[in-house]
């Protein structure tokens, strides 16, 4: 049974930097495409950050181009996301995906399993 676990959340003040992990299980996690997505309090679940099945290119909402960095070793079945230069509206539970996509990274329907999720606090 495929399982993904989330661990890195916490708080950080504005500014500061945060890394999530993702550890997979259960599923050849090497030949998955792996996302971030999160939710904010009172909002809908929203596309992050995502990485092909070989790290070979990577996508990222806008709103964290340039703060935001996503990588996977596949030798550990870890994908993370290096959160830097937080902003409180960063504030929100941050989940990992897997699924076999071709193009649709952005699209939660598009994954196939997900993480129970870990919070992230940015405090002003």
């Known amino acids: 049974q495929a399982q993904l676990v989330e661990s890195g959340g916490g708080l950080v003040q504005a500014g500061g930097s945060l890394r999530l992990s993702c550890v997979g299980s259960?599923?050849?996690?090497?030949?998955?495409?792996m996302g971030w997505f999160r939710r904010a309090p009172g909002k809908e679940r929203e596309f992050v950050a995502a990485?092909?099945?070989?790290?070979?290119?990577?996508y990222y909402t806008d709103s964290v181009k340039g703060r935001f960095a996503i990588s996977r070793d596949n030798a550990a079945n870890t994908v993370y996301l290096e959160m830097n230069r937080v902003k409180p509206e960063d504030t929100a539970v941050y989940y990992c995906?897997?699924?076999?996509?071709?193009?649709?990274?952005?699209?939660?329907?598009?994954?196939?399993?997900w993480g129970q999720g870990t919070q992230v606090t940015v405090s002003s």
């Open positions: 990485i092909s099945w070989n790290g070979g290119n990577t």
């Open positions: 259960g599923h050849m996690f090497g030949s998955y495409a």
């Open positions: 995906a897997s699924g076999i996509i071709a193009t649709k990274y952005f699209d939660e329907k598009a994954y196939e399993h």
